[in-house]
């Protein structure tokens, strides 16, 4: 069936649809957010296609993929700033394994880049700059140790990978991010091995006061008390810390691995609650 011109207009009024003095009404921009993961120092500027905002909506990566044209400005960051802008195209289905994978591509593309989110609105997707705190920290390694027990590793190896001190909602308190890895790797390349040790766990935790009392809550993560063979267990850590839709209030981009297989996620915080935005990713 074929949608003309006309009637794909009104149905992103009634989607987005904003009214005007004289009863104009014109689509909300649609903002794409698109992540790229560097877990395997890919240096191809293709990202996933998160999802997109739209006059103060969410919307999931196959819902914006058709009002994403191409030639979209983004801006770049990764954890702790902004690197630059770029163009980006019109979202494309991956292959094979990869057949549900929505992609976008940038140009130009930083040179030597970590992992990168962009954003495609016109405002400071980083309103509030984070701190980057030591992972030594005795407060968030008893933190850890206390989760990780009450999953059922008795004993934890506690090993710290990031603290990040930052405002979320710009009230004048910092949340506290911290991820956590206890995993075996191959050698000499360094990425996960397919089995879990007794032990193992990847995690990402918020630590933040809430009606005068710290609430630890876990955003996401895996744990082994006993060891399992070929489980192909994941690796989490935080990636950014963004305004990903223009309203001032900062989310939490968070990337994904395991043996054959990547993933970028987001997620925001209200309260003491944790919503998770968007997902996207590859894995055989």
């Known amino acids: 069936m074929t949608i003309s011109r006309l009637t794909l207009a009104a149905i992103m009024v009634l989607m987005f649809g904003l009214s005007f003095p004289g009863g104009t009404a014109m689509a909300a921009p649609v903002n794409p957010i698109v992540a790229f993961n560097d877990f395997y120092r890919d240096s191809k500027p293709t990202g996933y296609l998160l999802g997109a905002s739209a006059g103060g909506q969410w919307l999931k990566s196959e ?7 191409g030639g979209e ?11 630059g802008n770029s163009v980006g195209s019109k979202p494309v289905k991956g292959e094979d394994a990869c057949a549900d994978t929505l992609y976008v591509t940038l140009a130009p593309f930083p040179a030597g880049r970590g992992s990168l989110v962009a954003v ?28 990780l027990r009450h999953k059922g590793i008795v004993n934890p190896n506690v090993n710290l990978t990031q603290v990040i001190q930052v405002d979320l909602d710009g009230d004048g308190a910092e949340e506290v991010l911290v991820s956590a890895t206890n995993y075996q790797r191959f050698k000499p390349e360094g990425g996960l091995t397919p089995d879990a040790r007794a032990g193992d766990y990847s995690l990402v935790f918020l ?22 063979k070929f ?37 925001r915080v209200q309260g003491a ?11 055989s």
């Not at 400005?73 to 690197?83: A, F, K, P």
């Not at 267990?233 to 990547?262: K, Q, T």
């Not at 609650?273 to 894995?283: D, E, P, R």
């Open 73 to 83: 400005q983004y801006r770049l960051y990764t954890l702790t700033g902004e690197v």
């Open 231 to 267: 489980t192909g267990p994941s690796e989490h850590r935080i990636i950014g810390v963004l305004d990903l839709n223009g309203d001032g209030i900062m989310d939490i981009v968070l990337s994904g691995r395991y043996y054959e297989g990547d993933w970028v996620e987001a997620y």
């Open 120 to 147: 495609g609105g016109p405002w400071n997707a980083m309103p509030r700059k984070l701190k980057i705190a030591s992972p030594e920290a005795q407060v968030y390694k008893e933190a850890a140790a206390g989760l």
């Open 207 to 228: 630590r933040k006061v809430v009606q005068g009392t710290v609430v630890t809550k876990i955003i996401t993560g895996e744990y082994y008390p006993e060891a399992k």
């Open 63 to 69: 819902a914006a993929a058709g009002l994403i044209p």
């Open 273 to 283: 609650k944790i919503i998770k935005l968007f997902s996207m990713g590859c894995g």
